[in-house]
């Protein structure tokens, strides 16, 4: 299994709607990101973790909650988001952590995230 | 600063024609370097990795090359077909502890028919 996969695909929320992102992988990667990318520009990363613990948050907004319940899944807990907060929300693994040199990213497909 | 610069932004080709993007970099010490294909809505997927010492990789239609004394890499997309209508981000790691990725802004291709 060669997959990251990240459920909703689509999500569609208000702005004092509570919802979460999940992102799961089975390859046995040790690091899980979390990147924010908006239409036609390159992903912005987020969070890392990395051996299950939160390793880098690259100064994003309470409203974002990560949560890493074990070495397969990563959450995204989101809260009183905003509308330029719409974006498609990218989980990716790797098998070392970021500051190893195998830094290959898996990617997931996405969440596309409209906040109204 | 790490930046990665890749152009161009976009380019209109016709299927079957071949094609070439760029990209420059500026990560030091350089690890090694990515090419990914990312479909609209859709996550990145990697093409290649080259390190240092290598010059070029091939993966199908898609080759790719680099110049770790210049800074520069290269894809080339031979005999294109319309499902090579992508974004082509190219990624930078550097060596350091912590030196995480640096993204390209991409290059946004279409091929028409």
């Known amino acids: 299994d060669t997959e990251v996969t990240q459920t909703p695909k689509h999500l569609v929320m208000g702005m004092t709607n509570k919802k979460s992102l999940k992102c799961e992988q089975h390859?046995?990667?040790?690091?899980m990101y979390w990147y924010k990318q908006k239409a036609k520009k390159p992903p912005e990363l987020m969070f890392v973790y990395s051996y299950e613990k939160l390793s880098i948050n690259e100064s994003v907004p309470s409203r974002f909650s990560p949560e890493c319940p074990n070495s397969s899944l990563l959450n995204l807990h989101l809260h009183a988001l905003q509308p330029e907060d719409s974006a498609l929300y990218l989980c990716a693994s790797s098998q070392d952590p970021p500051d190893g040199m195998r830094k290959k990213l898996f990617f997931g497909s996405g969440t596309q995230l409209s906040v109204l | 600063k790490n930046q990665v610069e890749q152009s161009p932004q976009s380019l209109i080709i016709l299927e079957g024609k071949n094609c070439t993007l760029q990209c420059n970099y500026t990560v030091s010490p350089f690890s090694n370097l990515r090419w990914y294909k990312q479909d609209t809505g859709r996550g990145p997927v990697s093409l290649t990795i080259?390190?240092?010492?290598?010059n070029t990789k091939s993966n199908g239609r898609y080759t790719a090359t680099l110049d770790a004394d210049t800074k520069q890499s290269s894809l080339h997309i031979t005999a294109s077909q319309l499902s090579d209508s992508a974004s082509y981000i190219c990624v930078v790691s550097g060596v350091n502890a912590g030196n995480m990725l640096t993204f390209g802004g991409g290059t946004r291709l279409m091929v028409k028919p």
């Open positions: 080259m390190t240092f010492s290598e």
């Open positions: 390859m046995g990667h040790r690091a």
